[in-house]
């Protein structure tokens, strides 16, 4: 056995001391460093080649649908939509003490590396397959990268040939040897990092390719043209800012990858005639062309996880109506290609609003980010409740019957947008000069409109503010304010009263359970 040695391992690494003490801690911690780089690219490239996710990806989106409310919450309010990237660097690193500690162990006995990686693996095949919508091949990835990471420990820590000793005999370290095949592992790696890479985005190149080249077709019913009208100047966004401004939300840890040859539709659950629709069958029926605003419920009061844009889409309710729904089926439950789910009363994709599943987003494909092949867009409601992203099911069933994604981890069953307006100019803590200064912004009650927005200096009166065209009460609507600034510093609020005559409440509550209230204020100092 080992007699561990004054510093050993804990010294200066490879080149530590003359007759070294054979493999050392510190040449394990390389070879576990080494052999996990070398699991993660084989699993990698062979995700790749299977058209699953890897293994780390797994991993974190098993972490994702498990995180309790309170790390979640924690999560987005440290990290904001940088969580994800925070939560696979945490990942990366947690391996990575991982591999060390094994590859320490390894330097040893090498039966350590097979049960370590044993153990590792263990826990990537029941990450990739637990999830409900995995697909068969999700453990091969895994068990892949777990055979590259020992044939690597094998390579770098065992016994030369004719050596009957333990390895870490003196004679047993071969620095020239393992320094060698470090190097060539890592090389490889790296190689098939970059081919998983390339593999990847060949694939996500031909599928967009082909869509792109069929195109969308023409809506039977166009959105309304007056929209020009509809944006105010003044510093603030367009009515419909770029696609790539559009937020985005989801739990998916990897953007779905959907080849719309083999993707479908399907619409079941309490209905006479049970659907499933391909994306020929989509694009074939009739098309309408809409302004819809989507929001996330976890927007903040004053917050921009809200965007507007022109849906091009299937009406649901023709597909309901082709389907035909059962009596008694209170609530249309939705799930994505992932595994995503949630649900909302029926009722609100017949009783006239231009609920739909959208195929096409401001003129083009709907984007992989936003959903594609197909997402639901439903006006007035919160998209945790509707917006279902990768869609491939449909479901009816009753309210009680079923639970969508985020109702068991503590939101709201039901999720009404709430009315709400935000001052985007001048932006907050910026110095304005004394004078007239217009106070901007945008203000929003999916589908009841917005009637009135009025906007208060300090502890003034309310005063109303100039509107811009509303083109539809499913959108947000512009407003904007001139101010005869004075002097001094400042707290400009507003607040906006919705179609039904309804103002917005002053009183604060958090985004959960079901949406943020209250008014956004800024304060401005005046020069
Ligand atoms: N598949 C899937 N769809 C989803 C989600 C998700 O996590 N997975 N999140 C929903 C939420 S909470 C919101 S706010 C909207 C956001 O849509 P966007 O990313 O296109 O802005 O998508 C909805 N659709
Ligand atoms: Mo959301």
């Given at each position: 056995?080992?007699?561990?040695?004054?510093?050993?391992?804990?010294?200066?690494?490879?080149?530590?001391?003359?007759?070294?003490?054979?493999?050392?801690?510190?040449?394990g911690?390389?070879?576990?460093?080494?052999?996990l780089?070398?699991?993660?690219?084989?699993?990698?490239?062979?995700?790749?080649?299977?058209?699953?996710?890897?293994?780390?990806?797994?991993?974190?989106?098993?972490?994702?649908?498990?995180?309790?409310?309170w790390?979640?919450?924690?999560?987005?309010?440290?990290?904001g939509?940088?969580?994800k990237?925070?939560?696979?660097?945490?990942?990366?690193?947690?391996?990575?003490?991982?591999?060390?500690?094994?590859?320490?162990?390894?330097?040893?006995?090498?039966?350590?590396?097979?049960?370590?990686?044993?153990?590792?693996?263990?826990?990537?095949?029941?990450?990739?397959?637990?999830?409900?919508?995995?697909?068969?091949?999700?453990?091969?990835?895994?068990?892949?990268?777990?055979?590259?990471?020992?044939?690597?420990?094998?390579?770098?820590?065992?016994?030369?040939?004719?050596?009957?000793?333990?390895?870490?005999s003196?004679?047993?370290?071969?620095?020239r040897?393992?320094?060698?095949?470090?190097?060539?592992?890592?090389?490889?790696?790296?190689?098939?990092?970059?081919?998983?890479?390339?593999?990847?985005?060949?694939?996500?190149?031909?599928?967009?390719?082909?869509?792109?080249?069929?195109?969308?077709?023409?809506?039977?019913?166009l959105?309304?043209?007056?929209?020009?009208?509809?944006?105010?100047?003044?510093g603030?966004?367009?009515?419909?800012?770029?696609?790539?401004?559009?937020?985005?939300?989801?739990?998916?840890?990897?953007?779905?990858?959907?080849?719309?040859?083999?993707?479908?539709?399907?619409?079941?659950?309490?209905?006479?005639?049970?659907?499933?629709?391909?994306?020929?069958?989509?694009?074939?029926?009739?098309?309408?062309?809409?302004?819809?605003?989507?929001?996330?419920v976890?927007?903040?009061?004053?917050?921009?996880?809200?965007?507007?844009?022109?849906?091009?889409?299937?009406?649901?309710?023709?597909?309901?109506?082709?389907?035909?729904?059962?009596?008694?089926?209170?609530?249309?439950?939705?799930?994505?290609?992932?595994?995503?789910?949630?649900?909302?009363?029926?009722?609100?994709?017949?009783d006239?609003?231009?609920?739909?599943?959208?195929?096409?987003?401001?003129?083009?494909?709907?984007?992989?980010?936003?959903?594609?092949?197909?997402?639901?867009?439903?006006?007035?409601?919160?998209?945790?409740?509707?917006?279902?992203?990768?869609?491939?099911?449909?479901?009816?069933?009753?309210?009680?019957?079923?639970?969508?994604?985020?109702?068991?981890?503590?939101?709201?069953?039901?999720?009404?947008?709430?009315?709400?307006?935000?001052?985007?100019?001048?932006?907050?803590?910026?110095?304005?000069t004394a004078?007239?200064?217009?106070?901007?912004?945008v203000?929003?009650?999916?589908?009841?409109?917005?009637?009135?927005?009025?906007?208060?200096?300090?502890?003034?009166?309310?005063?109303?503010?100039r509107?811009?065209?509303?083109?539809?009460?499913?959108?947000?609507?512009?407003?904007?304010?001139?101010?005869?600034?004075t002097?001094?510093?400042?707290?400009?609020?507003?607040?906006?009263?919705?179609?039904?005559?309804?103002?917005?409440?002053?009183?604060?509550?958090?985004?959960?359970?079901?949406?943020?209230?209250?008014?956004?204020?800024?304060?401005?100092?005046?020069?």
């Open positions: 056995m080992n007699i561990p040695q004054a510093g050993d391992g804990e010294s200066r690494g490879l080149a530590a001391r003359k007759p070294g003490p054979a493999a050392s801690r510190s040449v911690t390389i070879a576990g460093l080494v052999a780089v070398a699991a993660l690219a084989v699993a990698s490239l062979t995700a790749a080649i299977l058209k699953v996710d890897g293994p780390v990806a797994a991993v974190g989106n098993r972490f994702i649908d498990a995180t309790p409310k790390l979640k919450d924690f999560a987005i309010s440290a990290f939509t940088a969580d990237a925070v939560l696979i660097g945490g990942i990366l690193v947690v391996l990575g003490l991982a591999a060390a500690a094994v590859g320490r162990l390894a330097s040893r006995r090498f039966v350590f590396a097979v049960v370590g990686t044993a153990v590792l693996a263990l826990i990537g095949v029941l990450a990739a397959t637990t999830r409900s919508g995995s697909q068969g091949a999700d453990w091969i990835p895994p068990v892949a990268g777990s055979i590259a990471a020992l044939l690597a420990f094998w390579l770098l820590l065992r016994r030369p040939v004719g050596t009957t000793g333990a390895v870490e003196p004679a047993a370290f071969d620095r040897r393992f320094l060698t095949g470090a190097v060539v592992l890592g090389v490889a790696s790296g190689g098939m990092a970059l081919s998983s890479t390339a593999v990847r985005r060949s694939r996500i190149k031909k599928i967009t390719a082909a869509v792109k080249q069929r195109g969308l077709p023409a809506p039977t019913s959105a309304t043209t007056e929209v020009a009208a509809a944006s105010i100047g003044n603030v966004a367009p009515f419909v800012p770029p696609t790539a401004e559009f937020y985005r939300i989801d739990t998916a840890l990897v953007i779905p990858t959907v080849d719309v040859s083999t993707w479908k539709l399907t619409v079941n659950g309490m209905v006479d005639n049970p659907l499933t629709l391909t994306y020929d069958d989509l694009l074939a029926m009739p098309m309408i062309e809409r302004y819809v605003t989507l929001s996330c976890s927007n903040e009061v004053g917050g921009n996880l809200l965007g507007n844009a022109k849906w091009l889409g299937v009406p649901l309710a023709e597909v309901l109506k082709k389907a035909g729904v059962q009596p008694g089926a209170s609530q249309l439950a939705s799930k994505s290609v992932e595994g995503w789910t949630c649900g909302f009363p029926t009722e609100l994709a017949v006239g609003r231009d609920a739909m599943i959208a195929v096409g987003m401001n003129d083009e494909v709907l984007p992989r980010l936003h959903g594609f092949p197909a997402r639901l867009v439903i006006p007035g409601i919160y998209g945790y409740v509707s917006a279902t992203k990768w869609l491939n099911e449909i479901t009816l069933t009753t309210m009680d019957a079923f639970d969508g994604y985020w109702i068991p981890r503590g939101w709201s069953k039901l999720g009404p947008i709430k009315t709400q307006s935000r001052i985007d100019v001048p932006r907050r803590g910026t110095g304005v004078g007239k200064v217009p106070i901007a912004g203000a929003w009650a999916m589908h009841r409109g917005i009637s009135k927005v009025e906007v208060r200096v300090d502890d003034g009166e309310w005063a109303e503010a509107l811009a065209d509303e083109p539809t009460v499913d959108a947000w609507r512009q407003w904007v304010y001139e101010w005869d600034a002097p001094g510093r400042h707290l400009l609020s507003v607040r906006a009263t919705d179609g039904d005559g309804v103002t917005q409440t002053g009183d604060i509550a958090p985004v959960d359970p079901d949406g943020a209230t209250g008014w956004h204020t800024i304060r401005v100092t005046v020069t």
